[in-house]
């Protein structure tokens, strides 16, 4: 793409959307809501959970269609009945979610999306063209499993470069690289905007919307309730437009005596199932009461294999190779475990921690049934299960469009509150969560985040596996980092720097020799 095949239209802005309405049953995910994207800016889609910034952008990329208002082009009204109607104008798309194939090359993969019979080698020549215009490096010819999540990223991106598009709309783009590459991104997305490209980008993280975008639309309960320049405000202002009030600030772990040791993992190596999953090597590690444990890592580095084990959704090879409160527990499944007081928050949502299609109060069963009285004589409390649903529902401020919905009918940000939420409740003695924020706006992570201070300092032992440096630094006491399945050693919060962590994060303990002694 050329800067100079950009023209500056008389007609109207690049994009406009006017009045946009989208209702899903007595929810009103956008209210008319207004919206001008101009050649050339990154601007930022902002909003707490469920504000409705993927409604508004699924409607622009023709995945949903409105109830109400207009998409303008360049100033000429527009139908997007498909993403094929948003692609011949100009607009790409790069999900949050990856849709790509494991065992295919780069070039395979987004060959697929182009016009049919389209020569993979053809394909291959222009990925390593625009991959070096962009500063965006990517080898056509790997396969997609060996590659980092930064990696994938840049395919998909790539992949929406070759349709030339003017506008390109990104979902929380950086929740899953390091900050280098999210440093690198921010490179490519400003280059893009010199040439002419626009970028919708929605983002939790406010820091890097004042580093980047030069407007913002902010959207609270499905309206528009402010357009600024970021650059201007601060992470608070931003927050305060958002929320429409203070948000709370994370008091930090005071100075407290930790406990004895609540969970000890004891040399614990795996093979994976999943061919294309990462070994686990000889980890060892212990937290006490009144510990938080920050593990960092770049995803794919054996972060799932890890919650698997802890869990117990994976038995490990030896019964003492993970230990909860003295009990050895490394051959018991995640009922036992959760029987001794452990609790379990993974990173996938939809599938793993909540089903889509039961109501919030059976999701409380799914993982409440096997410790909470709410199953006896094979019958379901149903009074109870609603009862703690509406508790954590209002602890947690989940925004819900009516008192027991389908999970799968909550935003991304809201779920995670509720399955956070639905593990606080039960106070786990152990708690084990992987990526706990993981598209939760600034106000709910902070709850989050104090929710796992404060149960910490009443003497629970908790291991977060997060991505986010930020937050593992806010919360954590010790850390330590994962990389191609082998832990560090985990060092006293105090002790550490980014820098440093990024290190470990990048791998540089993973060549020291250990001896793989429990191997399944
Ligand atoms: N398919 C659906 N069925 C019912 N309600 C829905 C559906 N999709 C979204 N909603 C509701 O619409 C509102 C806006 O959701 P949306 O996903 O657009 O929010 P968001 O700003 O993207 O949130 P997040 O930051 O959590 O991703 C929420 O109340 C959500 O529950």
């Not at 053809?122 to 080898?139: C, F, H, K, Q, W």
């Not at 783009?173 to 040439?195: G, H, M, Y």
Request: proline share 5%; with cysteine; hydrophobic share 40%.
């Amino acid at each position: 793409m050329s800067g100079a095949d950009i023209t500056d239209s008389d007609d109207g802005p690049l994009l406009e959307a006017r009045g946009i309405t989208k209702h899903f049953g007595t929810v009103i995910a956008n209210d008319t809501v207004d919206l001008v994207v101009r050649e050339g800016e990154i601007h930022a889609l902002l909003g707490e959970n469920g504000a409705g910034k993927s409604t508004l952008v699924k409607i622009l990329y023709g995945i949903l269609e409105p109830n109400g208002g207009d998409v303008l082009w360049r100033g000429r009204p527009v139908r997007l009945r498909a993403p094929s109607d948003a692609q011949a104008l100009g607009i790409g798309m790069v999900f949050q979610h990856f849709s790509l194939f494991e065992a295919l090359t780069v070039a395979e993969n987004i060959a697929l999306a182009l016009p049919k019979g389209t020569p993979v080698r053809d394909v291959a020549s222009r990925v390593r063209e625009i991959s070096r215009d962009y500063g965006l490096p990517l080898d056509p010819n790997r396969h997609v499993y060996s590659l980092s999540v930064g990696e994938r990223q840049r395919i998909e991106i790539v992949r929406c470069l070759m349709q030339n598009p003017r506008l390109i709309i990104m979902d929380e783009p950086t929740a899953v690289l390091t900050p280098q590459e999210a440093d690198k991104l921010f490179d490519t997305l400003v280059r893009l905007a010199t040439e002419g490209c626009a970028i919708l980008y929605i983002s939790h993280r406010l820091e890097e919307v004042k580093r980047i975008c030069s407007t913002a639309t902010v959207l609270r309960r499905g309206k528009v309730v402010a357009t600024c320049d970021p650059g201007r405000e601060t992470a608070a202002t931003l927050a305060r437009m958002m929320v429409g009030a203070d948000i709370a600030e994370v008091k930090p772990p005071g100075k407290h005596e930790l406990g004895p040791v609540r969970l000890k993992v004891d040399r614990l190596s795996s093979t994976p199932e999943d061919p294309l999953g990462t070994a686990l090597r000889d980890i060892s590690f212990e937290v006490r009461g009144g510990e938080i444990l920050g593990i960092a890592g770049v995803a794919g580095n054996g972060q799932e294999e890890l919650f698997q084990a802890l869990a117990g959704i994976v038995p490990a090879s030896r019964p003492d190779t993970v230990t909860i409160d003295g009990n050895a527990v490394g051959r018991a499944d995640i009922n036992a475990r959760r029987k001794l007081g452990a609790a379990f928050a993974p990173e996938e949502r939809i599938g793993e921690a909540a089903v889509a299609r039961f109501k919030l109060s059976d999701n409380v069963l799914l993982s409440g049934h096997a410790t909470e009285h709410l199953v006896g004589n094979g019958i379901i409390n149903s009074r109870t299960a609603k009862a703690y649903a509406a508790e954590i529902i209002q602890r947690f401020d989940v925004r819900v469009g009516s008192p027991d919905p389908e999970a799968g009918s909550l935003s991304g940000g809201n779920l995670q509150k509720f399955v956070v939420g639905r593990e606080m409740r039960r106070d786990p003695g152990v708690f084990v969560l992987s990526q706990p924020t993981w598209g939760v706006d600034a106000g709910a992570a902070a709850v989050i985040r104090q929710a796992l201070i404060d149960l910490a300092a009443a003497g629970s032992a908790v291991v977060v596996i997060s991505q986010d440096l930020d937050e593992i630094f806010q919360i954590a006491d010790s850390i330590a980092a994962i990389s191609h399945g082998r832990l560090s050693a985990a060092h006293p919060a105090r002790d550490m720097s980014m820098e440093k962590v990024g290190l470990l994060m990048g791998g540089v303990h993973a060549s020291e020799p250990t001896e793989d002694s429990d191997a399944a």
